[in-house]
């Protein structure tokens, strides 16, 4: 168990990221996958699209080639010029902080957004890179704007979208606030555990794309105290963990120490 103090610090793994940057040849893609044969559509901008609007919609995206694991896709300064789509795969976004370690702000999975921040600046304010192999849709603000009045579906999806980052973001913070490091990770597992369940995945035994250099980094505390965690709660047997595979074996003691209430919990309420 980690200390009050070294969480309060808001201590993170030393590790810098690795990665390497993408080149303008490997970035716009022919189109393979047609947003209306996507498996994703239903959770991305074309969810609430009509034949029509898909077409228009088509034309405004970039298609990005497959990239592999640790790839820049953007990075913190960079000009804005769209936001960006997961297609599959997953990404990490990331900032610097002022003593020049990275920080973990965001896991993004398919169907999910992020670039968003850059809007207000007109500068990327985070670093994404991959985590695994991972294909992306970039949309050019640019062009949405110009086309919004004859596309009031996408633009509306975008808003849902931008409104579910935000809830992201809020229950980041929240987590933050948590004063134990067991706390904070039985928080970020049943988070985890509900975006999969969104993708029709299982919501109790999954695979993590990202390391635990990763999850210390995106909960702000040391990697030693990340592993203490995993090994309290598989100890309590909330959960079984297996490399990177994790099997929540009792989802509604991990929500109690996590102190959220399940989805099933609040139907019945």
Request: charged share 25%; proline share 3%.
């Amino acid at each position: 168990m980690s200390s009050f103090s070294e969480i309060q610090a808001g201590v993170v793994a030393s590790t810098k990221l690795n990665a390497v940057p993408i080149n303008n040849v490997e970035r716009h893609a022919a189109r393979s996958v047609h947003c209306n044969a996507c498996c994703m559509q239903r959770l991305c901008l074309a969810a609430d699209c009509n034949a029509d609007d898909m077409s228009e919609l088509e034309k405004l995206i970039d298609h990005w080639h497959p990239m592999p694991k640790e790839r820049y896709i953007v990075r913190e300064g960079d000009p804005f010029d769209g936001v960006f789509l997961v297609r599959s795969g997953s990404v990490k976004t990331c900032q610097t902080l002022a003593n020049g370690e990275e920080k973990i702000t965001g896991f993004h999975f398919p169907g999910e957004i992020f670039g968003l921040e850059g809007l207000s600046g007109n500068n990327h304010m985070h670093t994404a890179v991959t985590m695994e192999t991972t294909s992306v849709c970039m949309l050019p603000l640019q062009r949405l704007v110009s086309r919004r009045q004859q596309l009031p579906a996408v633009e509306r999806r975008l808003l849902l979208l931008l409104s579910e980052l935000l809830n992201r973001k809020d229950e980041h913070s929240s987590m933050l606030s948590k004063n134990r490091a067991d706390e904070r990770l039985a928080v970020f597992l049943l988070e985890l555990s509900g975006r999969f369940e969104r993708r029709h995945l299982s919501s109790v035994c999954f695979c993590l794309p990202m390391s635990r250099t990763d999850v210390s980094r995106y909960l702000g505390l040391s990697l030693e105290s990340v592993s203490r965690a995993f090994a309290l709660l598989e100890k309590a047997q909330l959960i079984k963990p297996n490399g990177r595979m994790i099997e929540i074996t009792d989802k509604s003691a991990l929500a109690s120490l996590a102190g959220a209430v399940l989805e099933s919990q609040r139907e019945i309420a």
